[in-house]
């Protein structure tokens, strides 16, 4: 792994009273993608505005490349932003957006149209120089706002939801724009979003946040597999949270039977969170099954279908790619690699 | 779509009545003569009062300029506050407006007279009596007390639609306040800036009243001209309605003037 560049120690946000960072600690390391991902209102935003200048921690130190800069205002700073609303200067035009950091760094005008060049062909937006910002698409707005960032050549991007506002299909075209933009531009990314499968796709490391505090840190593939606990598991794709008892190690207690499972190191008869996730459920006959209830309801949903089965007084979420019949008997099992164990969250 | 048309309908007739038929009726009295016949005489007479005439504008432009210098700050500084000071704040730039306009002229005329409450006081400290009402400085600063909310008000409207988070990336790109300042708020408040010119430009520029309480005799104005020929002793209404029609020309030329320094700033990327 790459140096550390941005070290966030003990970061404390207030807003009229109101805690919104809670002791936040995080290191960022040179060139890699980050994504803090979280609910609205988990301190995700406030966390990026504090690496661009906005906002100042009431405690805490922020330290960019070693050098402390708590106060240091965003003019300062070497990063830039793209907005959550793109924030395009509506008087100027797509060239004049984009050339607005050059202009104020006063360099010479032919680096200038090089550099505004080089931007518009990277984000595909040739031929746009002398629109208005206000005839572009959110599409095109989007990426003028990316342009209009990266043409400064800044260490790190700041990105606040900058796909909120597209459709799925436009953002998915974007998620792999910009990965790729990061990849060619070797510099880091730090990028802010609430949906969980955009954090998946694009990024290095996922910063998952909660009522101001970061609830873990890992590769995507961490994150997914191996949730620390229950809003993690939850927020990360749909799963199934069940109370369980860990009887001791490798085997644990829930809807009433024992399922082996791989995890130890609990205390014996120890009030826990399973996680299941609606993939690694299948669905058998009921004499095979390890659990058995009535098929409730089915949804298409494309590449799967959406089966919930109310067994053992629980209702579970099942993905599979075979329909059932509302109303059937069937039976379901999970082997125990499949098996997520967690500890309680603390209320 | 239609029916809705009709609910114009009522403005319209209003404007035909009261707008359209006088302002053609000017036209006519400036072009003829009391008998009836058609004449140039009357606009031709209108430059014996060039001097007058230059001296409105000048007077004019002079309180656009100061309520221009001290609304736009204070329009800028009050978009900035919350919605609740914001609205506290309007309301105490609209009070004064809510008095009478000749009551509140009138009440200079006590402060600012020989033995006014200025000259008072400056008297018990030794200083004056100084010469403040019946000058140039006198109507100029009954225009600017009277019209200034006319500036700020356009301005404050324009103001609290930039967004905020233009300005943080004005600041992000490497923008210090001065820089923010130039580069985004004062293009973005341009339409802002040339609606509050017109609106105390076009009142200042065509005032009577103010000339006549604080301007004394020797601060004849536009206004005065076109008073004393409907209601004054030089009773000749056809020379009035040559005037006002000047009047109205200088207005619309300058009009075109900021609306023409407007669309240039828009050609630049406006084009929303």
Redesign the interface.
């Known amino acids: 792994m790459n140096d550390v560049l941005i070290d966030i120690k003990n970061a404390v946000v207030e807003f009229d009273g109101e805690r919104v960072l809670n002791g936040l600690n995080l290191q960022i390391h040179d060139k890699e993608f980050v994504t803090f991902l979280g609910p609205s209102g988990c301190g995700k935003t406030t966390t990026l505005r504090i690496i661009?200048?906005?906002i100042e921690p009431l405690e805490g130190d922020i330290f960019f490349d070693g050098k402390r800069i708590n106060a240091l205002?965003?003019?300062k700073r070497a990063?830039?932003?793209v907005?959550?609303?793109y924030?395009?200067?509506?008087?100027?035009?797509?060239y004049?957006n984009i050339a607005?950091?050059l202009r104020?760094?006063k360099l010479p005008d032919r680096e200038i149209a090089s550099r505004v060049g080089e931007m518009l062909e990277m984000v595909n937006l040739r031929g746009f120089e002398k629109r208005?910002?206000?005839?572009l698409s959110g599409g095109q707005q989007q990426r003028v706002a990316i342009a209009?960032?990266l043409v400064?050549y800044p260490r790190v991007l700041l990105l606040d939801e900058p796909l909120g506002a597209l459709d799925l299909k436009l953002r998915k075209e974007m998620q792999g724009e910009l990965k790729r933009i990061q990849q060619a531009m070797e510099i880091t990314f730090i990028y802010v979003t609430h949906d969980q499968e955009e954090a998946l796709t694009m990024s290095d490391r996922v910063v998952v946040m909660k009522d101001g505090e970061i609830q873990q840190i890992g590769t995507p593939q961490d994150i997914y597999n191996e949730p620390v606990n229950a809003f993690v598991a939850d927020f990360i794709g749909e799963s199934n949270i069940i109370d369980g008892i860990m009887i001791h190690d490798f085997l644990v207690e829930f809807c009433g039977v024992r399922f082996e499972c791989v995890d130890k190191g609990f205390g014996e008869m120890q009030r826990v969170d399973v996680v299941v996730r609606p993939e690694d459920v299948k669905v058998v006959s009921p004499e095979e099954g390890q659990l058995s209830g009535v098929v409730e309801s089915i949804l298409f949903k494309g590449v799967h279908y959406e089966i919930t089965v109310g067994a053992h007084g629980f209702r579970w979420i099942i993905h599979s790619t075979l329909p059932q019949e509302v109303g059937s008997f069937v039976g379901l099992r999970v082997i125990p690699e499949d098996i997520q164990i967690m500890h309680k969250m603390e209320e | 779509m239609s029916k809705a048309k009709y609910a114009a309908l009522p403005y319209l007739v209003w404007m035909v009545v009261f707008t359209i038929i006088p302002m053609l009726l000017i036209l006519v009295f400036a072009f003829t003569t009391p008998d009836g016949g058609f004449t140039i005489k009357n606009i031709s007479d209108v430059g014996k009062y060039t001097d007058v005439i230059m001296k409105s504008i000048w007077l004019a432009a002079i309180a656009t300029a100061v309520c221009l210098l001290l609304g736009y700050p204070l329009a800028y500084i009050l978009s900035r506050q919350s919605a609740r000071s914001q609205q506290i704040g309007l309301m105490l730039i609209m009070l004064p407006m809510w008095m009478s306009f000749l009551l509140r002229t009138f009440a200079w005329m006590t402060l600012l007279e020989k033995t006014g409450v200025i000259n008072r006081v400056l008297g018990m400290i030794g200083l004056g009596p100084f010469e403040l009402i019946n000058t140039s400085g006198a109507v100029v600063l009954g225009m600017v007390y009277n019209y200034l909310p006319f500036m700020i008000l356009p301005l404050h409207s324009i103001m609290v639609k930039i967004?905020h988070?233009?300005i943080?990336?004005?600041?992000?790109?490497?923008?210090?306040s001065m820089?923010v300042f130039s580069?985004?708020v004062l293009?973005?408040s341009?339409p802002g800036i040339s609606s509050g010119i017109t609106m105390v430009f076009v009142p200042a520029v065509s005032t009577f009243i103010i000339s006549k309480m604080l301007g004394g005799g020797s601060n004849l104005m536009i206004g005065d001209l076109i008073d004393m020929q409907f209601l004054g002793n030089a009773y000749n209404p056809h020379l009035g309605s040559a005037i006002s029609l000047v009047l109205m020309v200088i207005v619309l030329l300058c009009m075109s003037v900021m609306n023409q320094f407007d669309d240039s700033?828009e050609m630049?990327?406006?084009?929303?």
């Open positions: 661009g200048g906005f205002p965003p003019y990063v830039n932003t907005f959550q609303r924030a395009l200067f509506p008087h100027l035009n797509v004049e607005f950091g104020l760094k208005g910002v206000g005839q209009r960032a400064n | 967004d988070s233009v943080e990336a004005a600041q992000d790109l490497g923008a210090g820089k580069k985004v293009p973005l341009m700033e630049e990327g406006m084009l929303i």
